[in-house]
Structures are given as C-alpha cells and as structure tokens.
C-alpha cells in the first residue's frame, strides 16, 4: 500500500522560500507518477507538479519559473523547492501518487493515493 507524509509548510512573507517533504512508501512497481497539488480555501484542487521515475517533470504554468521539483531515492523522499513565494501561493499542498506514468499534468482524479497535506502561508 502506498503512503505519502507531506511536511515543510509554514509562514513566511512574500519573496520569500520554502522547501516541501513528501516521504513516499509501499511502491509495487517503478511505473509510477508522483505530484504536488495545492487546495487554497474557496478554490479547487490544482496541480503545481508531476514527476515520473524516468525524472520527467512536469511544471503548471503558474509556478513553473519559481519551484524545482526533486527526489531523493535513498531516502524515498521527494521534494518541491518554491522560491519567490506570492500570497496567491497559500493553500494546502498535497503530495499524491498513482499508477503509472504521467504523460501530462493530471486533474487529481487521476491520482489513488494522497498525504494528509502540509499548509503553506505567504503574507504580503
């Protein structure tokens, strides 16, 4: 079964950084695609970035220039990197995964597992 732990969220004001966690688990196979979403209140689910095991990635259009998204195998830990961060960037970020590749950017129907979440601020 997989399981996802997202953490790294907090506070921080605008222009600023932050750099998420998810420990990702209980992968049967490598054809598999990992991502980021985000939920701010009032707002749907949408995607910031999709990662595949060939290392593709994916970016959405309206954070591509500012995150970086990462992983580290030995820990089975992935990682997105946000930099000059803008309060329209608050909301709950999610990590989520699915079987298998992602050959686009995917609407979170599309994805079976999902973390708890970790909140992400940005104040002006």
């Known amino acids: 079964q997989v399981q996802l732990a997202e953490s790294g969220g907090g506070s921080v004001q605008a222009g600023g950084s932050l750099r998420l966690s998810c420990a990702a688990s209980g992968f049967a196979n490598s054809d598999f695609c990992l991502a980021w979403f985000r939920q701010a209140p009032g707002k749907e689910r949408e995607a910031v970035a999709h990662?595949?095991?060939?290392?593709?990635?994916r970016y959405a259009h309206y954070v591509e220039a500012r995150v970086t998204f990462s992983k580290d195998n030995a820990k089975n830990t992935l990682y997105l990197e946000m930099n000059s961060l803008k309060p329209e960037d608050t909301a709950m970020y999610y990590c989520?995964?699915?079987?298998?590749?992602?050959?686009?950017?995917?609407?979170?129907?599309?994805?079976?597992?999902w973390g708890q979440g970790t909140q992400v601020t940005v104040s002006s």
């Open positions: 989520a995964a699915r079987y298998p590749y992602c050959s686009g950017l995917y609407a979170p129907i599309m994805f079976d597992y």
């Open positions: 990662f595949n095991h060939d290392v593709t990635t």
